[in-house]
């Protein structure tokens, strides 16, 4: 797990997938208790224009995800992501999905705006 820290990785909106496929990403989006599979080993995550995306885990989850959570993980060819870390966030504010997404776009779109530099 400590593997992907070493490295940047970049933060991603759903549309973006494909062009990241093979890749380590960071992504952000809400999960509901119903959008968890039975046995625990992947979860549905809405993110741009409530677009669902499947997060495979390699192993159970071991409690309940509900809101906002942040998953970094290597995107499949069938635009899935393959879970290496995740954190819920706890927040009293909601997350505007919309607006974090579109920041996420600027910084694809203007890269000098954030560069990752060391």
Same mark, same amino acid.
């Given at each position: 797990?400590?593997?992907?820290?070493?490295?940047?990785?970049?933060? @991603?909106?759903? %549309?973006?997938?494909?062009?990241?496929?093979?890749?380590?990403? =960071?992504?952000?989006? @809400?999960?509901?208790?119903?959008?968890?599979? =039975?046995?625990? %080993?992947?979860?549905?995550?809405?993110?741009?224009?409530?677009?669902?995306?499947?997060?495979?885990?390699?192993?159970?989850?071991?409690?309940?995800?509900?809101?906002?959570?942040?998953?970094?993980?290597?995107?499949?060819?069938?635009?899935? /992501?393959? !879970?290496?870390?995740?954190?819920?966030?706890? %927040?009293?504010?909601? /997350?505007?999905?919309?607006?974090?997404?579109?920041? @996420?776009?600027?910084?694809?779109?203007?890269?000098? /705006? !954030?560069?990752?530099?060391?």
């Amino acid at each position: 797990m400590d593997d992907v820290y070493l490295e940047p990785r970049p933060r @991603i909106v759903a %549309s973006m997938m494909k062009q990241n496929v093979g890749k380590c990403v =960071t992504m952000m989006g @809400i999960v509901a208790p119903e959008k968890i599979s =039975t046995d625990g %080993s992947s979860f549905q995550m809405s993110t741009e224009s409530d677009k669902e995306i499947t997060v495979l885990l390699s192993s159970g989850l071991n409690e309940l995800l509900d809101g906002i959570v942040e998953v970094t993980g290597t995107v499949d060819q069938q635009e899935n /992501l393959h !879970c290496v870390v995740y954190r819920q966030l706890n %927040s009293s504010e909601s /997350l505007d999905i919309e607006a974090y997404n579109a920041a @996420i776009k600027m910084t694809h779109k203007f890269p000098n /705006l !954030c560069s990752y530099s060391q």
